[in-house]
């Protein structure tokens, strides 16, 4: 199985960038279609994006779309979550997961449809 651990979350202003890092160990990235999902306080966890098991596709929440780009890096065994245009509603918990693929290019949105999950990385956004 694989373990997974983000990274790269922190405090910044609405309008900021900044780059989430999900580093895998025990199998790699290609083996597994990969998203991302939020949770903000008091809230559900909600899905941002979603890289198919070949990386063909990518698939966003209409919240975040042309904001964030999700890619993976295969010989760093890396799942990256680029965030452009922050805005404090941005403000969560950041999980990275892996789904034992159902299809070369079939994107994940449910999270229930996930097999491995990280610890999460907290984002920030000030207003």
């Known amino acids: 199985q694989v373990q997974l651990v983000e990274s790269g979350g922190g405090l910044v202003q609405a309008g900021d960038s900044l780059r989430l890092s999900c580093a895998a160990s025990g199998r790699t990235v290609s083996d597994y279609a990969m998203g991302w999902f939020r949770q903000a306080p008091g809230k559900e966890r909600d899905f941002v994006a979603a890289i198919s098991y070949k990386g063909g596709t990518t698939y966003y929440a209409d919240s975040v779309e042309e904001r964030f780009t999700i890619s993976r890096d295969i010989a760093k065994n890396t799942l990256y979550l680029q965030i452009n245009s922050s805005k404090p509603e941005d403000t969560a918990e950041y999980y990275c997961?892996?789904?034992?693929?159902?299809?070369?290019?079939?994107?994940?949105?449910?999270?229930?449809?996930?097999?491995?999950w990280g610890q999460g990385t907290q984002v920030t956004v000030s207003s």
């Open positions: 997961a892996a789904s034992l693929p159902t299809g070369f290019e079939t994107v994940v949105a449910a999270a229930g449809a996930y097999d491995y």
